[in-house]
């Protein structure tokens, strides 16, 4: 399934370079994802690059396996989290686990560092490393991301309804996207969280970010955890 996104969504020569293109990281196979052992592996992809204007239709269309659907109405469900440790140095890195259609397996994961370079294009508006810089970081990216499948089932399918679900075990996260809490400590982050729910929502895309309990038997947002 992965390589359907990459496909679908990778970048052609002629558009900005994407993060893969970068060399931010390598990517995690799909298939994998629930079954490895492997920690550093899992930990070790990134969002996957922006659309191109020049995709062709066939490559849209395969891209969109990986949303869940009903005949009407087509869901983007995701499981995000955030944490910092302690590496030689401080640092921060979010996770981002993306459900297949059937709400029950796993079709994608991708992870990434917390970004403190204002002049990176990986820049979402952190100045330091803390655990609610690394939770309101990975629901941007899962949001960002989101945008991109909705771009592509817009093309396909312009007169259906599309929900992005994103699940944290951030209450702060959560309520900053929702409007319910400031995060003044964060202000940067929050605003680009708000930036990106609202985006969605002007295109019509119903944006719902829920709160789940960490460590309650809950295996995708244990599995974003890792």
Avoid: W
Avoid at 51 to 72: F, H, N, P
Avoid at 90 to 113: A, H, I, M, W, Y
Wanted: aromatic share 6%.
């Amino acid at each position: 399934y992965l390589l359907l996104i990459l496909t679908g969504l990778g970048m052609t020569a002629s558009t900005r370079t994407s993060r893969v293109q970068l060399g931010r990281a390598m990517r995690v196979p799909a298939s994998s994802v629930e079954d490895s052992q492997d920690s550093d592996a899992m930990a070790a992809a990134t969002r996957p690059p922006r659309r191109s204007s020049t995709q062709s239709a066939d490559s849209l269309r395969r891209t969109t396996s990986i949303t869940q659907r009903s005949e009407k109405h087509i869901y983007i469900e995701m499981y995000t989290d955030g944490s910092v440790y302690l590496d030689g140095a401080r640092q921060g890195g979010f996770s981002v686990v993306g459900l297949r259609k059937d709400g029950e397996t796993v079709n994608f994961q991708f992870s990434g560092p917390v970004c403190l370079d204002r002049d990176s294009p990986f820049y979402v508006g952190a100045v330091s490393c803390t655990n609610n810089s690394g939770e309101l970081t990975a629901v941007i990216e899962a949001l960002k991301f989101a945008s991109e499948i909705a771009f592509v089932e817009e093309n396909l399918l312009p007169n259906h309804r599309y929900t992005v679900k994103v699940y944290s075990d951030s209450a702060v996260a959560i309520n900053c996207g929702n409007g319910t809490q400031n995060g003044s400590a964060n202000f940067d982050l929050v605003c680009t969280l708000r930036k990106e729910v609202s985006g969605l929502k002007a295109r019509n895309i119903a944006v719902e970010l829920s709160h789940v309990r960490a460590h309650k038997g809950n295996r995708f947002n244990a599995l974003a955890d890792k």
